[in-house]
């Protein structure tokens, strides 16, 4: 129809104009970009592409509020035209863009969160991802401050030398948020955490210490010591052996390592079954792994149907370290029942 023969007109002199656009764009030749641009626009106003191209060239030139004034206005037509969603969705992705270059990041992830519900793709996500990980890190960054994590550290040293430990992990982690890189505070709210009996978090927070600082022997101390109350006797025996690689004069990890091998002794002796410590010990991928060996598998059944084969197997020093970590914990034992 006649119609449709001057609407295909149009858009191809419209896009000669767009092309045109594109090539001053990748020169550089912004204004003249613009320029093809809003030819194009003027031909063909149905089509939101070419007011996303002229967007794009605003980014580049630093005027952002005219690139999120041209978008919103372009959004706003999308749902009379009938445009198609992918272009929504470029349309809200360019303005978070501009947000995202503002330093706008809340605005910015409220449009890139609009785009990815018009079309959700791979490479919009990725860029909220981002601009909420700085976001994370820019708030991080400006609440900062060594003087005020140490002031929030001493009123929860006050509060827990007080027992009032509650209030300590609400100052202590005060301090992390003010100076996350110190291991101090993850260790003194580790301590209160132990207080209240919530060795998970406690276990948790002893080792973002050690990441901070592997030597620091308080830590290493503390972590022996949750191991042997969680009875895992295999696993603090591991700490306080590190522990001392690192201080080997420290009479508390030497004190925590002759109590857990004590420990580990009398529960052997004992013939009874500890069916929590048994359970966790399950869990543990390293007791997992030995148990799993096929050739561990063999020396086990050798203990109960040829115990002079399994006494050979215990001159490998190899096989009797992984003897011993299953004894420690709990796993299997040398006593008969």
Same mark, same amino acid.
Not at 5 to 24: C, D, I, P, V
């Given at each position: 129809?006649?119609?449709?023969?001057? @609407?295909?007109? @149009?858009?191809?002199?419209?896009?000669?104009?767009?092309?045109?656009?594109?090539?001053?764009y990748k020169k550089k030749e912004f204004e003249k970009a613009i320029e093809c641009y809003d030819k194009a626009i003027e031909i063909c106003p149905e089509n939101i592409l070419y007011v996303l191209n002229k967007a794009?060239?605003?980014?580049?030139?630093? $005027?952002?509020? /005219?690139?999120?004034?041209?978008?919103?206005?372009?959004?706003?037509?999308?749902?009379?035209l009938r445009t198609d969603a992918t272009v929504v969705a470029k349309a809200h992705a360019r303005k978070a863009a501009a947000h995202h270059k503002k330093g706008e990041f809340d605005e910015a992830i409220a449009a890139?969160?609009?785009?990815?519900?018009?079309?959700?793709?791979?490479?919009?996500? %990725?860029?909220? =991802?981002?601009?909420?990980?700085e976001k994370k890190e820019a708030e991080a960054a400006a609440y900062f401050s060594v003087e005020k994590a140490q002031e929030a550290k001493e009123e929860g040293n006050d509060h827990f030398k007080n027992q009032r430990?509650?209030?300590?992990?609400?100052?202590?982690?005060?301090?992390?948020?003010?100076?996350?890189? /110190?291991?101090?505070?993850?260790?003194? @709210?580790?301590? *209160?955490?132990?207080?209240?009996?919530?060795?998970?978090?406690?276990?948790?927070?002893?080792?973002?210490?050690?990441?901070?600082?592997?030597?620091?022997?308080?830590?290493?101390? $503390?972590?022996?010591?949750?191991?042997?109350? @969680?009875?895992?006797?295999?696993? *603090?025996?591991?700490?306080?052996?590190?522990?001392?690689?690192? *201080?080997? /004069? =420290?009479?508390?990890?030497?004190?925590?390592?002759?109590?857990?091998?004590?420990?580990?002794? %009398?529960?052997?002796?004992?013939?009874?079954? /500890?069916?929590? $410590?048994? $359970?966790?010990? &399950?869990?543990?991928?390293?007791?997992?792994?030995?148990?799993?060996?096929? !050739? !561990?598998?063999?020396?086990?059944?050798?203990?109960?149907?040829?115990?002079?084969?399994?006494?050979?197997?215990?001159?490998?020093?190899?096989? &009797?370290?992984?003897?011993?970590?299953? !004894?420690?914990?709990?796993?299997?034992?040398?006593?008969?029942?």
């Open positions: 129809s006649p119609e449709e023969q001057e @609407r295909k007109e @149009r858009e191809a002199t419209a896009n000669t104009h767009k092309e045109s656009g594109n090539a001053f794009a060239v605003f980014i580049e030139q630093g $005027r952002f509020d /005219d690139c999120i004034a041209i978008c919103d206005e372009a959004i706003g037509k999308t749902l009379e890139y969160k609009s785009a990815l519900l018009n079309h959700r793709t791979a490479d919009v996500l %990725a860029k909220k =991802n981002a601009v909420e990980k430990h509650p209030e300590a992990i609400k100052c202590y982690t005060e301090a992390i948020k003010r100076n996350p890189k /110190d291991p101090t505070f993850y260790c003194n @709210r580790a301590a *209160a955490y132990i207080k209240l009996q919530e060795l998970s978090h406690a276990l948790s927070d002893v080792d973002l210490a050690l990441e901070l600082d592997p030597t620091y022997v308080k830590a290493l101390v $503390r972590k022996g010591h949750i191991y042997y109350w @969680r009875k895992e006797y295999h696993k *603090a025996l591991t700490a306080y052996e590190a522990g001392l690689k690192v *201080a080997p /004069d =420290n009479e508390e990890l030497r004190e925590g390592l002759e109590r857990t091998h004590q420990q580990i002794m %009398a529960a052997q002796n004992s013939g009874d079954v /500890d069916e929590d $410590r048994v $359970r966790k010990a &399950m869990a543990d991928p390293e007791i997992q792994s030995i148990l799993q060996d096929p !050739m !561990m598998q063999t020396i086990l059944r050798d203990f109960s149907e040829n115990p002079a084969a399994a006494q050979q197997h215990l001159k490998d020093p190899g096989v &009797m370290g992984k003897i011993q970590k299953l !004894m420690a914990a709990g796993v299997i034992s040398t006593k008969s029942r």
